[in-house]
């Protein structure tokens, strides 16, 4: 089979990076070594200065800091070049007193062939790349590494919020976390690469005093003169110094650019034309001050007539500009004449819909960039993917009647639920790791009811630091609606619905969905069951097995209840998995004792398309408040999703009992469990008041 050819320059030099990582090691172990002829150092050289122009041209280029992940590796590379450079210049240059064009240019052009001045530049160029630019790069990456590795567990809270949101995909979420750690990592990296530089600013100096003293003596053992001999090997040696800090102090420009890049959609350039011409105040203050410095006694004049000018262009041309957009934003804004909406079409009712307040306008305003409307989008693909319903279109509206920060999620017109955020602003809750207290507005979480305050996004980062999880109102929002929707997805499924899905597994099934539904199984009936697969927040992706499971048993009765009852036997490993405890993988479960439970079943009562308990009312309350009780304990412990487990002939029955005072426990049977899942029992509810709370133990089912 023939290798295929990368499609791209990127792709081929990925593909052989190590073999040139490898050619560049031996190359310096080379230089180190063997003696050099002035050509080759000549080139070898020129590529050192051209590596850290292209190594800067590269840094300025990139949006983030994360786009050059290896810069660490890069740098000690560099380094290392360099270093093994100095030594093969020095050999030359004692031995042959000569070290290439390259070097002696730099000694009689560049310091102006005077061996003071030489020296003076090679000083002031050390002193700025050690004192001010190595330093700040080095304290700038190591405020980032701690400040990085101590927002990771709030900006992993923050992923999670929006994975739950729906705003991003499980694989985005991944990726988001990989970023995090390749930041902490890459920082850290950074505050140790940082010592490279300082290192070789310190070598530099060191080099170049040993090069001139030993050249002076090589000189004076050739018979030289003193003059001669410190005339001929200075200028050699500033020319070597020189000739290894600029591109030393280049790499460090690049370093101090790279660990200061806040992370955007441009690169340093764009988003420093964009900040800096970003307002036409500033420059036109900045040519009044200039303008003003020229009539300044002693002062010459034109430069800053000049400069005051060009301020004062820049400045009437940000004003133009500006001017320009806003009057394209207020056509775009004017609302459309002559479209009104038809007196029948108010005779609709929206499945879905939600009506916002007045400060909540800008939320669902398409035009604005990052608008509710890209999230309900990811929304409605979340639950296609996770409960296999295609969720229908939600109406957004404007109500001046509500609080101006409220809202309401409505099912066929109907208030469902409602909440309220503050836009502009950020939720925090407690995390159960949380030490230090910050101050906020307090709230409650519209969701789950926890109390919660709502913070300015200037304390978001302190919030975060502090263990707290902290949510954006746009997600708070989005997390309210997924959860109400979750709660109600078996009154959102219409018969249409329900004829759409089997219209499709017609394309892969034909035979299956021919021979079921229909006569034997008909939509309404399949529509009952799979609303109560729904109710029991189960999914009905997998329709094929149950219309497997309908075509078994449909024969036999037309009750939905108990062909619903057939179905969930059918999806014991999606019941499995879905109720396994991710931490311990074990079913966490509060069980009904065997005689309680053999007195219920007799309470059993089967209606039409029902089954209830009929058990007096003293009974019933006391069950309930046993089970709410053993419930409210687990998630006090922080079990993840505990179940009442009992018998399949019970289950029906009990999960309509429970489901008033307790809708957040699921109730399943034993048959539903997969052999080989250990369960873990949590409480055994018995009749009476009494309740056994049983030591844990490990049961394979």
Not at 89 to 118: E, H, P, Y
Not at 150 to 164: E, R, S, T, V, Y
Not at 493 to 512: A, G, W
Not at 566 to 576: A, D, G, N, P
Request: proline content about 4%; glycine content about 6%; some cysteine.
């Amino acid at each position: 089979m023939k290798n295929v050819k990368p499609e791209n320059l990127t792709d081929r030099a990925a593909t052989s990076s190590n073999v040139i990582l490898i050619a560049g090691l031996i190359t310096i172990l080379t230089t180190l070594l063997i003696p050099l002829p002035t050509f080759l150092l000549d080139l070898l050289l020129a590529c050192s200065i051209s590596l850290a122009i292209a190594v800067l041209v590269v840094t300025l280029s990139s949006k983030e800091a994360l786009e050059l992940s290896t810069f660490p590796s890069l740098l000690l590379f560099v380094t290392l070049f360099r270093l093994s450079l100095n030594v093969a210049s020095t050999r030359l240059v004692l031995l042959d007193g000569n070290a290439g064009k390259i070097i002696q240019t730099f000694g009689n052009f560049v310091a102006g062939g005077s061996v003071v001045v030489g020296m003076v530049i090679f000083l002031i160029l050390v002193i700025i790349q050690f004192v001010v630019i190595t330093k700040g790069a080095e304290r700038i990456s190591e405020v980032s590494a701690r400040f990085t590795l101590d927002a990771m567990p709030g900006k992993q809270m923050a992923i999670d919020a929006d994975l739950n949101a729906g705003h991003i995909t499980e694989t985005q979420a991944k990726e988001r976390r990989t970023k995090i750690v390749k930041e902490s990592e890459f920082y850290g990296a950074m505050d140790g690469a940082s010592k490279f530089i300082r290192g070789d600013a310190k070598a530099g100096i060191i080099i170049t005093a040993v090069n001139l003293i030993g050249g002076i003596a090589m000189g004076l053992s050739k018979g030289m003169a003193v003059a001669d001999a410190v005339k001929a090997y200075s200028i050699l040696s500033i020319g070597d110094g020189l000739v290894s800090q600029i591109p030393s102090m280049i790499i460090s420009v690049s370093s101090g650019f790279l660990v200061t890049k806040i992370s955007s959609k441009n690169s340093v350039g764009q988003d420093l034309g964009k900040q800096f011409f970003h307002s036409a105040e500033p420059w036109t203050i900045a040519s009044v001050i200039i303008g003003a410095m020229a009539f300044v006694p002693g002062m010459p004049a034109v430069p800053f007539i000049l400069l005051a000018a060009g301020a004062m262009v820049a400045g009437k041309t940000i004003t133009k500009t500006q001017k320009v957009a806003a009057e394209k934003e207020v056509s775009a804004a004017k609302p459309q004449t002559g479209d009104k909406q038809p007196v029948e079409e108010l005779l609709d009712v929206d499945r879905i819909s939600v009506q916002v307040g007045m400060r909540l306008i800008n939320l669902i305003d398409p035009r604005k960039k990052g608008a509710i409307f890209e999230r309900i989008g990811a929304l409605r693909r979340r639950f296609a993917q996770e409960l296999g319903i295609v969720m229908p279109l939600i109406r957004l509206r404007d109500n001046i009647t509500l609080d101006p920060n409220s809202y309401q999620i409505k099912l066929f017109d109907h208030v469902a639920a409602s909440g309220r955020i503050e836009p502009g602003m950020y939720l925090a809750m407690e995390s159960g790791l949380t030490t230090t207290k910050i101050k906020g507005v307090q709230t409650t979480e519209p969701v789950y009811g926890l109390p919660a305050l709502w913070i300015n996004e200037e304390d978001k980062i302190n919030a975060e630091l502090n263990s707290y999880t902290v949510i954006d109102a746009e997600s708070v929002f989005i997390t309210h609606l997924s959860e109400t929707l979750k709660r109600h997805a078996d009154e959102l499924l219409t018969r249409d619905d329900v004829q759409l899905l089997v219209d499709r597994l017609r394309k892969t099934q034909p035979s299956l969905v021919g021979d079921v539904v229909g006569e034997l199984v008909p939509v309404g009936l399949l529509q009952r069951v799979l609303k109560n697969l729904l109710r029991s927040s189960l999914p009905i992706k997998q329709l094929t097995v149950i219309l497997e499971a309908l075509a078994e048993h449909a024969h036999k009765t037309k009750n939905a209840a108990v062909l619903t009852e057939v179905v969930r036997k059918s999806l014991s490993r999606i019941i499995t998995e879905q109720f396994k405890d991710s931490a311990s993988g074990k079913v966490c479960a509060i069980a009904v004792s065997p005689v309680f439970e053999h007195q219920l079943c007799g309470y059993i009562k089967q209606d039409a398309d029902d089954i209830t308990l009929a058990i007096p009312s003293e009974t019933a309350m006391d069950l309930c408040s046993q089970v709410a009780s053993a419930w409210k304990a687990a998630m006090e412990k922080g079990l993840e999703k505990p179940v009442m487990l009992c018998d399949s002939r019970l289950r029906a029955a009990l999960a309509n009992l429970l489901s008033r005072s307790i809708p957040s426990l699921s109730v399943v049977a034993y048959d539903e469990i997969t052999l080989g899942t250990e369960i873990e029992s949590l409480q055994t509810i018995s009749c009476g008041n009494s309740v056994e709370v049983n030591q844990k133990y490990l049961q394979k089912v």
